[in-house]
């Protein structure tokens, strides 16, 4: 049996896998045998990954939505896109949950050239320069050029003064941050440089996917009881975070969502961040 991935490749199905990404929606034991169970009849040689996910997800959704949202969460960050412009403005809000300062879009001048710098963050003495790299691709991989340019983007501001927040500062470092993966070279290349690197997969323990999960940091995308057009009304009215939704759920007023639909979104919403996800 073989899965074609979105790039078009063949792979063979890999029933371990697939029953591990179900176990990360936080389904059960249980639930996870269930749902593999209710699916496996229906796969064929050659199914695409995009008709796995989706017979999956719609598996997951009959348990309990807030596993379909956490299921979806990697379409869910694509759906940031469609040229990332709200994927820096969610990384922006992952530094504030960890008590930074933080400002998008910003262009500075640094010693050769000006820079256009994706998400600042500040905290205490400490500046970052973040450079947010996002893909539509779902299979999409950052070559080593990426950090190559990233590093002399840092160098090339580094040492010099600018005023954020208020205060005359320095950038103290820089992070490169991706929806995407990896390729071997990009992690050696950062690795031997000291440039940090944060993806949907590396580094181990601490990737993107991990944090999000472990924090509840879910973009709002996630949810599942929202439109399309629901998720471009709330993304603009600055409502990233499923969390921001639950803090202001008045906003829903005001972008005319249907009270009784209101309440499926809070139910969802208060399940999917009050039941973080703890990873190996």
Not at 58 to 71: F, H, M, P, T
């Amino acid at each position: 049996m073989r899965v074609k991935k979105y790039s078009g490749e063949l792979v063979p199905f890999d029933e371990t896998a697939l029953r591990r990404s179900l176990t990360r929606s936080g389904a059960t034991e249980n639930e996870v045998n269930m749902v593999y169970e209710s699916i496996k009849t229906s796969v064929y040689d050659g199914i695409s990954t995009k008709e796995l996910y989706e017979m999956a997800f719609n598996a997951l959704r009959g348990k309990k939505n807030s596993y379909a949202a956490r299921y979806s969460l990697k379409k869910a960050i694509r759906e940031l896109g469609p040229e990332g412009f709200y994927f820096e403005k969610w990384i922006a809000r992952l530094f504030q949950e960890d008590g930074y300062e933080a400002i998008t879009g910003q262009t500075v001048q640094g010693h050769a050239v000006s820079h256009e710098i994706d998400v600042v963050a500040v905290k205490g003495n400490e500046m970052l320069a973040v450079e947010c790299k996002f893909r539509n691709d779902a299979d999409a991989k950052i070559s080593v050029t990426t950090p190559m340019y990233f590093k002399s983007r840092k160098e090339d501001i580094t040492g010099i003064s600018y005023n954020f927040f208020n205060q005359d500062r320095e950038f103290t470092d820089g992070w490169l941050v991706t929806n995407a993966y990896l390729t071997t070279d990009s992690i050696s290349f950062g690795n031997y440089y000291k440039v940090n690197l944060l993806s949907w997969d590396y580094p181990k323990g601490s990737c993107l996917k991990t944090r999000v999960d472990s924090n509840a940091e879910y973009p709002v995308t996630c949810l599942t009881n929202i439109t399309e057009q629901d998720k471009a009304m709330l993304l603009k009215s600055q409502v990233i975070l499923v969390k921001d939704l639950v803090k202001t759920p008045q906003v829903m007023d005001r972008i005319q969502i249907p009270k009784d639909k209101q309440s499926l979104i809070l139910k969802e919403a208060n399940e999917l961040i009050n039941s973080p996800l703890e990873h190996e």
